[in-house]
């Protein structure tokens, strides 16, 4: 079974630019997640989608993030412009809905993330 | 708002014993899930083990166990025998009944030889 995929690995930017960052999630997954994990903390949740409606983004910084899931498949997240304090490893994760206790075996699953450095 | 406290910034032990990583959480929810999660250098997020609210057993996973006290709305993992390999940042993390799942702010372990 394929994982789910993010790209790119690693990007490097300076501030003010934009970036986007995108991922593939587990065919038939409905949830996506990204989390931004700032170095040496744990993740913190900016979106999460069921499907391709969003279902919490209270911790999106709006001004300059943006994401979106069309289709309910993929999913990119962009920041417009980038500042320093974004500088964090973005993870995407995705779940599904187990129909019996058979299923629940692992619920989540995560991509590699993406290290972003803002200069 | 649900909350996941990890009151252990960093811990070492030695190679072979045993460790307790602490885990409290905030929730006025009935039912949800509890997990661990193991983070090394590359990043990527292990799930070493998982607890549904709805039972009362313990999780178990080869040297990984959970002590899940509900009422007191705990959840420390236990890691006996340990080896060089679990060295990592490790993650307590809940999730509702919406899928929202929030993680604590991680412990630092590291096992020396």
């Known amino acids: 079974e394929a994982g789910v995929a993010q790209s790119p690995r690693y990007k490097i930017i300076e501030k003010r630019q934009s970036v986007a960052f995108w991922c593939n999630p587990i065919?038939?997954?409905?949830?996506l997640y990204w989390y931004q994990q700032i170095l040496g903390q744990g993740p913190k949740l900016l979106i999460q989608f069921q499907n391709n409606g969003v279902v919490d983004d209270s911790q999106l910084p709006k001004d300059r993030f943006s994401a979106e899931r069309l289709k309910g498949v993929d999913s990119t997240l962009k920041i417009q412009p980038a500042k320093l304090e974004d500088s964090a490893v973005y993870l995407c994760?995705?779940?599904?809905?187990?129909?019996?206790?058979?299923?629940?075996?692992?619920?989540?699953?995560f991509g590699s993330g993406t290290q972003l450095s803002v200069l | 708002a649900q909350t996941v406290t990890q009151s252990q910034p960093e811990m070492s032990v030695q190679e072979a014993e045993t460790v307790t990583l602490s885990c409290t959480y905030d929730t006025s929810e009935n039912n949800y899930y509890l997990f661990w999660y193991k983070q090394p250098p590359s990043r990527q997020m292990i799930l070493v083990i998982r607890?549904?609210?709805?039972?009362?057993q313990n999780a178990t996973e080869n040297r990984f166990s959970v002590n899940f006290q509900k009422a007191a709305k705990s959840f420390s993992l236990k890691i006996s025998d340990s080896q060089l390999g679990d060295t990592a940042m490790y993650f307590c993390?809940?999730?509702?009944?919406?899928?929202?799942?929030?993680f604590g702010k991680g412990t630092r372990l590291h096992i020396l030889p």
């Open positions: 607890q549904e609210a709805y039972k009362q």
């Open positions: 065919s038939g997954h409905a949830t």
């Open positions: 993390a809940f999730m509702n009944r919406d899928d929202k799942i929030i």
């Open positions: 994760a995705s779940s599904f809905t187990p129909q019996s206790a058979a299923e629940l075996n692992e619920k989540l699953f």
